[in-house]
């Protein structure tokens, strides 16, 4: 099973824990692309629509592509009061594109799971020209409760035999911006990034349910993941009182859709 299919068996699971992205970022992007009545969107990687809610508050129509089936109706169930936002389950590089174009095409902690040999030519087919593209992740940066990140690897490197020896979380400013897809492409121009950050504090049960919606840790075997999950646990509640705070980066990449709409070859 690839990776990006492991969150579709946690759908519950990760629309209760995973958090919101941060409101100032949400207020960025859709001054960014004036979101408003009339106004078409395309989300690529809904999920269970962490994003998709806020952004069909504006009014426009959004159509989302989510390639879990289980996620989609999780993001359905919650947007059922939108009658402008579609989600439809597909993978993204196979969807077939509608002929009227989208004003934006967006995706959040999703984008890096598209083949990146077809993501940036079909946001440029999907968009009508001086449409915009927007992008984001969530990194796990240096910051918050750092002595337990550090002390925390010491569980990955017994339990998971792909950890790294010695490795330590970056600061933000050691963070690079992916943006060379966009500055490289023909059909995008003016590339920008905005940094947005989080801190936010977990018990020890919110954090391990927090692991268990990422793609490693579902991967794991699953002896090797309760030890794991078992010796974080430990680890927070002995030595941190029960609570760990966690920093998020999002970098929010924006691009603007040049010239005339290609055709389908």
């Given at each position: 099973?690839?990776?990006?299919?492991?969150?579709?068996?946690?759908?519950?699971?990760?629309?209760?824990?995973?958090?919101?992205?941060?409101?100032?970022?949400?207020?960025?992007?859709?001054?960014?692309?004036?979101?408003?009545?009339g106004?078409?969107?395309?989300?690529?990687?809904?999920?269970?629509?962490?994003?998709t809610?806020?952004?069909?508050?504006?009014?426009?129509?959004?159509?989302?592509?989510?390639?879990?089936?289980?996620l989609?109706?999780?993001?359905?169930?919650?947007?059922?009061?939108?009658?402008?936002?579609?989600?439809?389950?597909?993978?993204?590089?196979s969807?077939?594109?509608?002929?009227?174009?989208?004003?934006?095409?967006?995706?959040?902690?999703?984008?890096?799971?598209?083949?990146?040999?077809?993501?940036?030519?079909?946001?440029?087919?999907?968009?009508?020209?001086?449409?915009?593209?927007?992008?984001?992740?969530?990194?796990?940066?240096?910051?918050?409760?750092?002595?337990?990140?550090?002390?925390?690897?010491?569980?990955?490197?017994?339990?998971?035999?792909?950890?790294?020896?010695?490795?330590?979380?970056?600061?933000?400013?050691?963070?690079?911006?992916?943006?060379?897809?966009?500055?490289?492409?023909?059909?995008?121009?003016?590339?920008?990034?905005?940094?947005?950050?989080?801190?936010?504090?977990?018990?020890?049960?919110?954090?391990?349910?927090?692991?268990?919606?990422?793609?490693?840790?579902?991967?794991?075997?699953?002896?090797?993941r309760?030890?794991?999950?078992?010796?974080?646990?430990?680890?927070?509640?002995?030595?941190?009182?029960?609570?760990?705070?966690?920093?998020?980066?999002?970098?929010?990449?924006?691009a603007?859709?040049?010239?005339?709409?290609?055709?389908?070859?």
């Amino acid at each position: 099973m690839e990776l990006r299919e492991t969150f579709n068996g946690a759908a519950e699971l990760y629309d209760r824990v995973r958090p919101h992205y941060p409101p100032d970022l949400i207020a960025e992007l859709t001054v960014l692309a004036d979101l408003g009545p009339g106004r078409r969107v395309l989300e690529v990687g809904p999920g269970t629509g962490r994003l998709t809610r806020p952004l069909a508050e504006s009014g426009c129509r959004l159509t989302g592509v989510e390639l879990g089936p289980d996620l989609a109706a999780v993001a359905r169930r919650g947007l059922r009061g939108f009658p402008h936002v579609d989600v439809q389950v597909a993978d993204f590089e196979s969807w077939p594109l509608p002929e009227e174009p989208f004003d934006l095409v967006v995706s959040a902690t999703a984008w890096h799971w598209i083949d990146p040999a077809v993501r940036v030519s079909k946001a440029a087919r999907a968009l009508r020209p001086g449409g915009r593209v927007a992008v984001f992740g969530s990194e796990h940066v240096a910051g918050g409760t750092v002595d337990f990140f550090a002390e925390a690897q010491r569980c990955y490197e017994r339990w998971d035999p792909a950890t790294p020896p010695g490795l330590r979380l970056l600061p933000e400013e050691e963070i690079p911006s992916e943006t060379r897809e966009w500055e490289d492409s023909p059909d995008f121009e003016d590339v920008t990034v905005t940094r947005f950050r989080q801190d936010i504090t977990y018990t020890a049960d919110e954090y391990i349910d927090v692991l268990l919606t990422y793609s490693g840790h579902r991967a794991l075997r699953e002896d090797l993941r309760r030890g794991l999950l078992d010796c974080i646990r430990g680890l927070i509640e002995t030595r941190y009182e029960g609570r760990v705070t966690k920093r998020y980066l999002h970098d929010l990449i924006t691009a603007t859709r040049t010239g005339a709409r290609p055709v389908d070859l």
